[in-house]
């Protein structure tokens, strides 16, 4: 069964897409590329901006950040490809730069790139970075090789759950691509609303006390826009958010 | 001063919330931070669950994992690796002759005679047209027509390896030895990054957590042999080494002592590794876990693009931008005199007791001094000395001019009559794997660890070593040849 309905959508045709390269300069919307090392993150930036970074079969290949930018309905969209990691511990130094730049530079999209066959794995990353952002697209990659190995992803069922928008893809064969710009945009723009899936089933005590931190926080910073999981720091004493929240450079 | 007293304002609101914090963590008194993560993978794993089907057998990825247990099988694995790189380092010497000829008649024969003879007609003072034409420009051109044609074939294949998922087994092969010597696994990456550039490779350490292992891969990463000095290693191979064998043997044998190179250079990673972390960088490793991708058929025309705009040209570039002024700096020191003799023949002359007591030469010592911002030009700073020292007649056009041999065997009839032999061949490899790295690694490496105390660890352990190998083998070689 072919779950590419996408394809034949209208928006496939794309004249409004300019690929801008290293263009940068004004932008109106900042985007950030997340992922698992080896998901082919790399292939979407490149992908997206029209640019050739190195593209490597490995993990590890992109520990800084590389940058290039597109326009797409007259608005211009700075893209930031983020190290690949599995998580956001910022347990190394590139977890770090993945973690800080969603934190503080707050993209107006962060578009995370999954493996289709390492769904339960890449989800993990996914659902903390929708635990820091609210506006996400989620790009499940690599699709043409798990079908190819039996494995289908039912990509509606995961966006209602998950409350932001799902593409497959194959970035490699160019699948997928133009309804990720097209989420991009009305994600950025607004017209997209998403409601990221963040509630847990975490132990009751473990429940109760991120929730009264919670509710601390709520009143002295209302316009923060991840609150449990600051919560969720501030209670392992993480002492670099809490210098954050004493900064004010948590909020926009 | 407002905007003080707000923020001071904050941090006061902030204390009752890590006061209650903390008291929170104490009450709940289990692991916060572990049972937070539970809760997030336990979360993922039915969402993960709830939207995937499997259709018809699980026979997913059954043939990755056939070619798996080979290239990653603990007898096969290694051999296989051995017959790879053998298979790149051959069809690289083989392949590169022709092309490299033709390049070398282009732009030496041709378009170098065309621009003396047309500066001579224009009348441009013979120093001047020396200086740009005989140092600056041979120098570029030389560049060009040797490493171009190895490079072209080098890095495409070594690409498509890298595009189909191999090297992610090359470091599951050698993870577990990583680890025995107290580095981490991934260090076997960072390793094989630094075959293609030391520079590079340093900056990808990054993917190591823990800073002791860190500095542990940064450190080692100089025996990984790079784009710089593959030219060299196939280059001297191929005339000193492959010259010891019969025709049809030849190219074989060369690629293996090349290989025997780099496997040299591993065997340095691990016994430094072990080194640093029993001394001066003592501590566990650290535990981690290597995913392997499956495996990808490369795009032919992405790996082309890659291979040539992303390694060759930057690298060829890069030599070109530091053979230029090399060259100028070559014909002034080969063209200036101090006394009766020109600078370059002091320096050699000077060098000559310490490079012939290692089993080189002064020459190759003042070449590897010159070519200190980059790998790349000391072979042709090695060939324009030698014909200016040895005084040769009706080899080159004058002193300081960098020029190019037209085939090997001529290369070899100049090495020769410098003074070379078998011994100085196999130094000059050995050499080439063990020293100091090249300026942009070693700025690279203080960039990485902010530190020069590590940074003049790193450079100058390779070079101790490097000396220290070569004189033990010249002293060898010595006693029984």
């Known amino acids: 069964m072919s779950t590419n309905k996408c394809d034949i959508c209208p928006v496939k045709n794309n004249s409004n897409l300019t690929k801008m390269g290293l263009n940068i300069g004004k932008f109106d919307y900042l985007v950030a590329l997340a992922g698992n090392p080896n998901v082919g993150k790399s292939t979407v930036f490149n992908a997206l901006t029209g640019l050739r970074q190195h593209t490597g079969n490995w993990t590890g290949k992109t520990v800084t950040k590389a940058e290039g930018a597109f326009y797409y309905n007259e608005k211009k969209f700075k893209v930031v490809d983020l190290p690949g990691t599995y998580s956001l511990l910022s347990t190394s130094k590139d977890e770090e730069v993945a973690r800080d730049f969603i934190l503080f530079a707050r993209p107006d999209v962060t578009v995370i790139v999954i493996d289709a066959a390492k769904m339960e794995r890449n989800l993990n990353l996914v659902l903390q970075v929708l635990e820091i952002t609210e506006k996400a697209v989620l790009c499940v990659n690599l699709i043409d090789e798990a079908e190819r190995n039996g494995i289908t992803v039912n990509d509606k069922l995961l966006s209602e759950k998950l409350g932001i928008p799902v593409v497959l893809t194959s970035a490699r064969k160019g699948i997928g691509i133009s309804e990720i710009i097209k989420f991009i945009y009305e994600v950025a723009s607004g017209i997209f609303v998403c409601k990221p899936h963040r509630d847990r089933k975490e132990p009751d005590e473990i429940k109760e006390a991120i929730d009264k931190i919670s509710s601390m926080l709520k009143l002295k910073f209302p316009d923060l826009p991840n609150i449990r999981w600051v919560a969720m720091r501030i209670l392992e004493g993480d002492h670099k958010i809490i210098e954050a929240l004493e900064r004010n450079e948590l909020t926009a | ?481």
């Open chain 2, 1 to 481: 001063m407002k905007h003080e007293e707000n923020t001071e304002s904050k941090k006061n609101n902030l204390e009752d919330i890590i006061s209650e914090a903390n008291v929170l963590r104490w009450k709940s008194g289990s692991n916060f931070h572990d049972d937070i993560m539970d809760s997030l993978y336990k979360d993922a794993s039915d969402i993960a669950k709830s939207v995937i089907n499997y259709t018809g057998e699980k026979k997913a990825f059954s043939f990755d994992k056939k070619v798996d247990r080979i290239l990653t099988n603990k007898f096969l694995g290694f051999p296989v690796m051995l017959l790879m790189l053998m298979g790149v380092f051959w069809l690289t010497i083989v392949g590169a002759n022709y092309p490299s000829r033709f390049l070398s008649y282009i732009l030496i024969d041709v378009i170098h005679t065309f621009l003396k003879s047309a500066a001579d007609s224009v009348g441009i003072p013979v120093l001047i047209s020396g200086f740009l034409f005989d140092g600056v420009y041979l120098a570029g051109a030389w560049v060009v027509s040797v490493m171009l044609p190895p490079m072209a074939i080098f890095f495409p294949l070594f690409t498509l390896l890298e595009d189909l998922g191999y090297l992610p087994r090359v470091a599951f092969n050698l993870d577990n030895y990583f680890r025995k010597v107290g580095a981490h696994g991934k260090q076997a990456l960072t390793m094989t990054m630094g075959y293609g550039c030391n520079a590079a490779a340093v900056l990808s350490a990054r993917i190591i957590d823990s800073p002791r292992e860190r500095l542990i891969a940064i450190i080692t990463n100089n025996f990984s042999l790079c784009n710089g000095r593959w030219p060299t290693q196939i280059l001297i191979s191929t005339i000193f080494i492959g010259a010891l064998a019969p025709t049809y043997l030849a190219s074989i044998v060369s690629a293996s002592s090349v290989v025997i190179v780099s496997l040299l250079g591993v065997f340095f990673v691990f016994v430094v590794s072990y080194g640093l972390s029993k001394t001066l960088l003592k501590g566990e490793p650290s535990f981690f876990s290597l995913e392997l991708p499956p495996y990808r058929t490369p795009k032919l025309l992405s790996v082309l693009y890659t291979s040539f705009i992303d390694r060759t040209l930057l690298v060829l570039w890069r030599a070109i931008v530091f053979a230029f002024p090399a060259g100028a700096v070559i014909w002034l020191i080969s063209n200036i005199y101090i006394g009766d003799k020109v600078i370059a023949e002091h320096m050699t002359d000077f060098f000559d007791p310490f490079g012939l007591l290692i089993g080189l030469n002064g020459i190759i010592i003042v070449a590897y001094i010159v070519a200190v911002p980059a790998n790349e030009i000391v072979l042709p700073t090695v060939f324009m000395l030698i014909v200016l020292t040895s005084k040769m007649t009706g080899i080159g056009e004058g002193s300081g001019v960098l020029f190019d041999m037209e085939n090997t065997a001529s290369i070899e009839e100049l090495l020769r009559a410098g003074g070379w032999t078998l011994l100085t061949a196999v130094n000059l490899m050995l050499f080439s794997l063990l020293h100091n790295p090249c300026s942009t690694t070693v700025f690279n490496i203080y960039k990485e660890t902010k530190s020069i105390k590590w940074t003049s660890v790193a450079t100058l352990l390779p070079l101790f070593i490097g000396i220290i190998v070569c004189f033990l083998v010249a002293f060898i070689w010595r006693l029984f040849v």
